[in-house]
C-alpha cells in the first residue's frame, strides 16, 4: 500500500512538473548571423497587425478581427495593461486574455501580447491608479534640483516588484489556458525611455552613477571606470538605459520562468545617422548596453515611424545584426511606409508589423489614415505572403537574402547576392526603357523587393512596383549567365508549385513585378 501510495505520489508530481502544454514552445533560432522565430517547431514569418492603443477590451475586438483578416495578417500585437489586469493590488483580473485568446485562435490568429506595465511610451499610463497615486512607494526620477520628472526610476525596487508580480501572474495565467501557444512572443514594457532628463538625479541614482560601471558591461565593452570615465558625454543616457535594461530583463526572466516565450523590447528611435541624441531605451546607439544588461530579451526592436527610405535603410541595418534579429513590431499603416516591408523581408527580418490596423482610431499624420488606399498597400502584400510565410521563413534562414525599397531620388539600386548583381528600378513601364512617356508611379511612394538566393544561381523573388535586372559581376568561363526558367507561383506543402512560365516579353525587358508577385529564377550558362 505504502509503495503504491509514493508510486502515486511519484507520477502525480511528475505530471505536475510536465509542461501543461504538448505544443512546442516558441523560440527563436540563429546560426551564420541569420535569424527564425520557431512557432510549432517550424519556422514562422509574423505577417503582423498591431491594434491602437486602447483596442485592449473584449468589446473592441469585433472591429479588430476584420481588419486583420482582411490585411491577411497571421499575427495581431495588442496591448495587455498593467491597470486592467490589476485594478485592485493583489487582485487579478484575467477576462481580457480569457476573452482575447480563444478568440484569436477561432480566428486563426497568433498574438503578440504588449505588456503596459511600469512604462509605456516612457510615461506609467497603463500602471494602475495604486501605483500612479502612490510617488512615495514608487518613485520617479529625480531632476538636477530634486523635482519630481513624470517617469518612473528603473531603481524603485518597489515598482519592480510590483510590476513583476502582475507580469509573473498574468505569463502564469497564459501558461494555463494557452497550451497551444497562440501567443508567441510577448514586449515587456512600450518604448520605454526618458524624455527631457537623461538620468534619474535621486541619491540612489547619483551614489550609483559615480561607482564603476557594473562588471557584466565592463567584460563586455572593455571599458572600465565610473560611468562618466568608460563613456563621456554618453555617461547618463548609457547609465539609463543599463538600468532600464536591467529592470525589465529581471521582469522578463521571472515571466519567462512561468513560461518560456521569446521577448523583445521595442525603441522610440532617434536619428538614424547621428548617435549624438537620443534616448536611452533600446535605440540602435545604445543597443550594446541593452544586450550585456538584458539577456532575457532576445531582440531590440525599432518601431519605424520614419518615411524616409535612406533612414528606414538605415534603421534596418542597426537592428539587422548576428546577435538581434531584425523584427519591425511598429511601422507606419500607410502606403508610404507598405513598400519597406519588401526591404525588411530582404534585410531576413522574423516580421513586420503596421501599427494601428483596426479602424477604431487613427494615428495619422504619424501613421495613415484608414482608407482603401492603406489597406490595400498592406493587404496585397500579405495577401501573397500570408500562404507562404513558413515557407519563406524558413528560405530566408537557410540561405542569404537582400532587399530594396524605393528611394527618395527614384535612382537604381544594386546588390551583390552570390556572384549576380542585382538592380532594382522604379517608376517603368512593363515594357520598354527610360525613354517611354513617364508612368506615374514613378512619384509614388511604392516599389521594392526582397530576393532569397537559393543557390548560386537560383532565386526566389518577391515585390510589387519594381523592375529586378540581373547581371553577373565576373562572367562564368564557358559563357555568359542567362535565364532558364522563370516561374511565377507558391509554394504548397512545401513544395513550389508553378503557376506559369514567363517569357518574351515577360523577361524581354527585365523581370516587373507590378503587383505582388513570387518568383523563382534560375540562370544558366549560354555556351
Ligand atoms: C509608438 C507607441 O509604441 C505606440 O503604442 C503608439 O503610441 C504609437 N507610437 C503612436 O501611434
Known sequence: MNLFRSLCGMLLSLCLALPASAAELPRIVSKNGRHALYVDGAPFLILGGQAHNSSNYPGMLPEVWPTIHAIHANTLEIPVAWEQIEPVEGKFDFSWVDALIPQARENHVRLVLLWFGTWKNTGPAYAPEWVKADSKRFPHMLTKDGKQHYVHTPLGRNTLEADKRAFVALMRHIREIDPDHTVIMVQPENEVGSYGLDRDYSPEANRLFAAPIPTELARRTGKSGTWTQAFGKTAARNFTAWYLARYIDEIAAAGQAELNLPMYVNAALSDAFNDAGGNSGPDWAVIDIWK????????????????????????????????????????????????????????????????????????????????PENLEAVSSKFALMAPIAQEWARLAYDHPTVGFAKGQDVSDQSAILGRWKITAQYGLWEFGGRDAPPNPNKDRPVGGAAVIGLGPDEFLLAGSD????????????????????????????GRWLMKRRWNGDQVDHGINLTKPTLLKVRFGISR
Open 292 to 371: 550585456a544588461a538584458a539577456p532575457h530579451i532576445a531582440i531590440e526592436a525599432p518601431d519605424i515611424y520614419e518615411r524616409n527610405s535612406t533612414a528606414v535603410n538605415a534603421y534596418m541595418d542597426h537592428y539587422a545584426r548576428p546577435d538581434n534579429p531584425l523584427f519591425i513590431p511598429e511601422t507606419g499603416n500607410d502606403l508610404g511606409f507598405a513598400r519597406f516591408f519588401w526591404l525588411a523581408l530582404g534585410k531576413g527580418a522574423i516580421g513586420w508589423s503596421p501599427f494601428g490596423m483596426d479602424p477604431t482610431y487613427s494615428n495619422f499624420p504619424l501613421g495613415g489614415l484608414n482608407t
Open 466 to 493: 519594381v523592375r529586378l535586372a540581373f547581371s553577373e559581376t565576373a562572367p562564368a568561363p564557358d559563357g555568359g549567365g542567362r535565364f532558364m526558367v522563370v516561374e511565377e507561383g507558391t509554394f504548397q506543402n
